[in-house]
Nanobody, 121 residues
Framework: DVQLVESGGGSVEAGGSLRLSCAMTGVSGVIAGIYCMGWFRQRPGQQREEMATIERGSSARVFMGGRFTISRDNSKNTLSLQMNHLEPEDTAMYYC???????????????WGKGTQVTVS
């Protein structure tokens, strides 16, 4: 199977930057079949939001403006999210997700990490 572990969260002042990482481990054959990966976040008291997705061939989509950049290193089985000019409203738990088929919100439900907390003050 596949496990996702996020890292890189923490506390940062408004205007600062953070780079989140998601390490994907597990059965190599299953990992090779992961088509799409994405980042979601859940702010306090709100529903989970889709932030960005990236396909195996590195075709990426970002749904939250120009402050966030998603990238993927298939050789290292890692997913990253570069976040710049952070605002207090970006305070949330950030999650990594992976899908075997498709790259929609519903597809990105095959595997989830436990999240990494980002706090912007």
């Amino acid at each position: 199977d596949v496990q996702l572990v996020e890292s890189g969260g923490g506390s940062v002042e408004a205007g600062g930057s953070l780079r989140l990482s998601c390490a994907m481990t597990g059965v190599s054959g299953v990992i090779a079949g992961i088509y799409c990966m994405g980042w979601f976040r859940q702010r306090p008291g709100q529903q989970r939001e889709e932030m960005a997705t990236i396909e195996r061939g590195s075709s990426a989509r970002v749904f939250m403006g120009g402050r966030f950049t998603i990238s993927r290193d298939n050789s290292k089985n890692t997913l990253s999210l570069q976040m710049n000019h952070l605002e207090p409203e970006d305070t949330a738990m950030y999650y990594c997700a992976a899908a075997r088929w498709g790259c929609t919100v519903s597809a990105l439900d095959d595997y989830w990490g436990k999240g990494t907390q980002v706090t912007v003050s």
